[in-house]
């Protein structure tokens, strides 16, 4: 009996495939519960609050939220070579990984179809 557990073959990002990576990987955040925390973040609380001021459902929460975006940097950094992984190091949130990822890649993909659609 199979236990549900198959593994995910998972495309590398190139400047070529953007945009099929990018569909694997909207259907692989999907199936995990994450592309929401990854198209929209989720709200840090302020560095003045300390944690000790939410309320147990606003811990709760905010750990939950956490774990998520994790676990969505998780899928993504494995789609991505040691390049790009350099790209993007330095971006403090899972949104902003995603955002630089979409400019950097999906302006070379319109670069590359207009030079295709001149020749």
Known sequence: ???????VI??????????????????LLGSQDVMDIVEDGYIEPASKEPEG????AQTTTLKADRKRDCKAKSIIYQGLDEATFEIIASSKSLKEVWDTLQ?????????KR???QTL
């Open 1 to 7: 009996m199979a236990n549900g557990n198959a593994q």
């Open 10 to 27: 998972i495309l590398k990002l190139t400047k070529d495939n953007y945009d099929n990576w990018c569909i694997q990987m909207r259907a």
């Open 53 to 56: 001021t939410l309320t147990e």
């Open 103 to 111: 400019k950097t890649y999906k302006g070379a993909d319109k670069v």
């Open 114 to 116: 207009i030079r295709l």
